[in-house]
């Protein structure tokens, strides 16, 4: 049994071991060391995508008893879809790290422990396939986000660490109890105490119990997107986070919520997922967070305020895409869950550099940036046009595969989908031209270039960005057996019935999971 999937989710926890005995005044060292540990964290993950074999089930599988008494399992295990994220959440987990080496010069050494416990929890998330076990993985996260915030913050950032603990608190609590429904309805059918998420595939719902399960884990997920109306928390939690936190919740954090829903949600309860009228609430929810996020973002004079709700926007697309439940829309909704970790992680590292050299982050201070930072503007207009989904860009593969998913069960759905990827492009276009572009101010003209360091931390992003643009062949390919799997779990026959090539004809018994049917 291989044990690369420990490996790769505790390195960062045994670079905190580390860094807690490393004296807190040699702030140059703990700094070092807590951008060595976050680097070798992405480099111990480098192996899972050259041993990867997209014709199989999870991978790199890590089973062990816990506590036998209650069933609970160390179960790890990956496919494509945690795949993509474990990897999104090594690269930014290193670069957001290294983002801050100026931004943060006070209590280094706590900040950068709780960086490294977070990138822990994360990945525990992504890989944990016992449903104890991603529990605890899924509250860990919320404890140094939480103190990042609260610590490390703007003005406001006691408010908004309160709101953002007390609203997933509250989801999470909720997440627990429909655990828990399944792991005693399990228990009642085989006479076998199991958190493990292959037995609980198993486990026959009666349809009203299954209804509110599926609406327990929808405000756990919910929240944690945030889908719209739980999505109050985020802008406040963006605006005061610095800007690594904001990067690593806009790009890792929320991609939880999506993970859930395709984790749990879907395989779980499929009979409730596919009901006509849960698919409509989750449409029209979707929808008004598509158009309502782009609206309000067109409206705000912060810009950090401005990619805050971007998101909201961004991320309605991915649920949208979800609730599809056709191959098209879900695996255009994973792949744009990683086009949103790249595009917006960028947008809020550009909202950081100016804000280090200016110290505000209101949108009519700026001006005429081009003349002073050519480059820091190319790397602007590259990102914008990642995010509103322009080719050849990682942003228009994702939304044009969005697109086609929502076609094939609605128009008025695709038609909201081209009304929020316009919208994108208007406060995109123009925060760019209010920003970069007209003229230059005097508090403006001194404003020095990007760094080497600070190219650095833009550069793999940009590659990835335009990787997936120019050749997302190899993405769709790592998503494909475990998008069928999904699909056929809810929608048994659908590629029969479609006349579609099935990627699950193709597993041999000795390729499945153990346990699996």
């Known amino acids: 049994m291989s044990h690369l999937l420990s490996v790769v989710v505790f390195t960062p926890l045994a670079g905190l071991f580390v860094l807690l005995f490393l004296p807190s005044r040699n702030s140059r060292l703990v700094k070092l060391w807590a951008n060595c540990a976050a680097l070798a964290g992405f480099f ?15 991978q790199f599988v890590e089973k062990a008893s816990w506590i036998p008494t209650l069933g609970a399992s160390y179960h790890l295990g990956i496919d494509g879809f945690s795949l993509l994220l474990v990897m999104l959440t090594t690269l930014l987990g290193f670069l957001a790290i290294l983002s801050s080496w ?6 280094l050494k706590e900040y950068y422990a709780f960086f490294l416990l977070l990138q822990t929890g994360m990945l525990g998330v992504f890989t944990a396939r016992d449903g104890l076990l991603f529990f605890i993985f899924w509250e860990t996260v919320l404890i140094p986000m939480y103190f990042i915030i609260a610590i490390w913050g703007g003005p406001r950032r006691l408010y908004a660490a309160i709101k953002f603990m007390i609203y997933t608190l509250m989801g999470s609590v909720l997440m627990l109890l429909g655990i828990l429904t399944l792991y005693y309805q399990h228990y009642s059918q085989f006479q076998v105490l199991s958190f493990d998420l292959t037995d609980l595939m198993r486990t026959q719902m009666p ?17 944690k997107v945030p ?16 800007t690594a936190g904001s990067v690593i919740l806009a790009s890792v954090l929320l991609k939880m919520g999506t993970y859930g829903f395709l984790r749990f949600s879907l395989p779980l309860l499929p009979d409730t997922a596919k009901n006509p009228t849960v698919v409509n609430v989750m449409a029209v929810l979707s929808i008004i967070a598509i ?16 990619v805050a709700y971007s998101s909201v926007s961004h991320l309605g697309f991915c649920t949208l895409g979800i609730f599809a439940l056709n191959p098209a829309g879900i695996a255009g909704s994973i792949l744009q869950q990683i086009n949103h970790g790249i595009s917006t992680g960028m947008l809020f590292l550009i909202v950081g550099v100016v804000y280090e050299r200016r110290h505000t982050r209101e949108i ?12 820091f503007t190319i790397i602007f207009l590259i990102t914008a046009l990642s995010s509103m989904g322009l080719p050849p860009l990682n942003g228009f593969i994702g939304e044009i595969t969005i697109l086609q998913g929502a076609y094939q069960m609605s128009f008025n759905w695709a038609f909201w989908v081209a009304v929020g990827i316009a919208l994108g492009a208007a406060y995109l276009i123009w925060l760019f031209q209010r920003t970069m572009l007209g003229e230059l101010s005097e508090r403006n003209a001194g404003l020095r270039d990007l760094s080497a360091r600070e190219i650095a931390v833009f550069a793999p992003l940009l590659v990835w960005a335009f990787w997936i643009g120019l050749y997302p062949k190899p993405f769709f390919q790592v998503l494909e057996r475990p998008v069928a799997q999904i699909v056929e779990r809810v929608r048994p026959g659908y590629y029969a019935e479609h006349k579609l090539p099935n990627p699950l004809t193709q597993t041999t018994a000795s390729a499945r999971e153990p346990g699996t049917k």
């Open 102 to 107: 100026n931004a943060v010069q006070e209590r």
């Open 364 to 375: 009519a201070e700026y001006g005429g940036l081009l003349r002073v930072m050519p480059v």
């Open 207 to 223: 349809a009203g119990m299954e209804w509110w399960v599926f609406w327990a884990f929808f405000l756990g997920f919910a929240v």
């Open 291 to 306: 158009v309502y996020g782009a609206l309000v973002s067109l409206m705000q004079k912060d810009w950090k305020k401005l």
């Open 227 to 242: 889908m719209w109306p739980f999505h109050t928390w985020l802008p406040d939690a963006h605006v005061e986070a610095p």
């Open 44 to 58: 111990v993950s480098l192996p899972l995508v050259f041993q990867y074999d997209s014709a199989k089930d999870f």
